[in-house]
């Protein structure tokens, strides 16, 4: 397993190799964050280990991909719905790739990956067939990395919501194609009959001003927190 990152953005300690092949990190200068130097950088690992195929899982990793007529690896990529409203949305999203070269990144990829049904959808509405090799999958969370929650702290915690709360946590960035909008106003429906249902969103993001307009108006300052 080889992993290439900008020299400041990774530890070597962020990649347990725990029954995994032996990790290599490649770091690369700033400079060879954009083409043509990306490309060197690339080709370089290429000639070096002949990998059998590349996952590109970051947003310039795709739009270098997008820049090269002429991959000559395979390579999946990891989309997120944020990538795909500024390609093909109504996002005012600038940049030196066109969304003509996003569209035959995608077409040319082994696969594309997404972690949620709703931006698996959002790519079959705004990618039409082009969306053919779209799959969904779902992040792994290895709990055994996180310690065993204090039961004292856990009901006092709980308590700040009222007695016996039921409690939907959401964690995510706060952003469009996260669909907070909709979970809030779902939420105006759930409250009816699950009177001591709770919502709790973890998270920042240029929509939380919005997202906390939307709450009030609905009336659901003491349900969504």
């Known amino acids: 397993v080889h992993i290439a990152c900008l020299a400041n953005e990774t530890k070597e300690s962020y990649w347990p190799s725990a029954g995994l092949s032996p990790i290599r990190i490649h770091r690369m200068a700033y400079y060879q964050k954009s083409p043509p130097w990306s490309h060197y950088f690339l080709l370089r690992l290429w000639l070096c280990y002949r990998f059998d195929v590349l996952i590109a899982s970051d947003y310039s990793a795709h739009e270098n991909l997008a820049t090269l007529k002429r991959p000559w690896f395979s390579y999946v990529a990891v989309v997120h719905g944020t990538e795909l409203l ?48 779209f799959r969904m999958f779902h992040y792994g969370i290895d709990p055994g990395r996180f310690p065993s929650p204090d039961p004292e702290l856990v009901e006092r915690l709980r308590g700040r919501y009222g007695k016996n709360p039921e409690i939907v946590l959401s964690v995510g960035r706060l952003a469009l194609d996260k669909g907070h909008d909709v979970l809030i106003k779902a939420f105006d429906q759930v409250r009816r009959c699950r009177a001591r249902a709770r919502l709790l969103i973890a998270g920042e993001g240029p929509l939380r001003d ?8 609905l009336g659901l300052g003491d349900v969504v927190h």
């Open 86 to 133: 500024n390609y093909f949305g109504k996002s005012n999203h600038v940049s030196g790739v066109s969304s003509a070269q996003m569209r035959q990144m995608y077409r040319c990829a082994e696969g594309c990956l997404v972690g949620s049904q709703a931006s698996l959808d959002l790519a079959n509405n705004l990618l039409g067939r082009d969306a053919s090799n």
């Open 210 to 217: 919005e997202l906390i307009g939307i709450r009030d108006s």
